[in-house]
C-alpha cells in the first residue's frame, strides 16, 4: 500500500509541479505583453487592444494551474484561529473534513466548468478583440479543479494513511 501511495504521490506531484512552471511561463509570457503595451501606449501614443484580453486569459490558467502548488505547499492562506481552538486530538478529523468538503466544492465546480467549455465549443464563442475561440480559456476551470482535487484526495490518503498499523 506504502509504494502504491508514494507512486501515486509522485505523479500527482509531478502533474502539479508541471501545472505551476506551466503557470509560471504564462505569468512571464503575460508580463511581457503587459509591459510591451505599456511601452507602446505611453512612449509611442500607439495603444493596442489585444494585450488586456490576452492577459487576462493567461492569468485565468496561471492562477488556475498554480493554486494546485499552492495546496501541495500548504501555502494558501488560511484561518488557523479555529484550528488552535480545537484539541490536538480532533484536528486530524476536521482536517479531513476540511479536505471533503474542498473535494465537493471542486468537483461540482470541475462539472461546471465541463459544461461551460462544452456549451461554449458548441456555440463557438469568440473574444471581442482578437476572435479567440473562448472555450480554450474555459479549460483552465477544469483543469485547475482536477488538480486540486488530486491534491486534495493525497492529503486525505495520507492522513487516513497515519491510522493504520504498519
Not at 24 to 39: D, R, S
Not at 82 to 102: A, N, Q
Request: charged share 15%.
Amino acid at each position: 500500500m506504502e509504494s502504491f501511495l508514494r507512486k501515486t504521490e509522485k505523479v500527482i506531484d509531478w502533474l502539479t509541479v508541471l501545472g505551476a512552471a506551466i503557470g509560471g511561463i504564462l505569468t512571464a509570457i503575460m508580463t511581457v505583453i503587459v509591459t510591451y503595451a505599456v511601452v507602446l501606449r505611453y512612449l509611442l501614443n500607439r495603444p493596442i487592444g489585444w494585450s488586456e484580453e490576452i492577459s487576462i486569459y493567461l492569468m485565468i490558467w496561471a492562477i488556475f494551474l498554480g493554486a494546485a502548488y499552492t495546496l501541495k505547499e500548504d501555502a494558501h492562506i488560511g484561518v488557523d484561529l479555529l484550528m488552535k481552538k480545537i484539541p490536538e486530538y480532533m484536528r486530524p478529523f476536521f482536517l479531513l473534513f476540511h479536505y471533503g468538503v474542498g473535494i465537493l466544492f471542486l468537483s461540482v465546480l470541475f462539472y461546471k466548468g465541463i459544461e461551460m467549455v462544452n456549451l461554449s465549443f458548441t456555440l463557438d464563442t469568440r473574444s471581442m478583440a482578437i476572435d479567440f475561440p473562448l472555450y480554450i480559456s474555459y479549460l483552465a476551470v477544469p483543469f485547475g479543479s482536477a488538480l486540486l482535487i488530486l491534491q486534495l484526495l493525497l492529503k486525505m490518503t495520507k492522513l487516513c494513511c497515519q491510522w493504520l498499523p504498519r
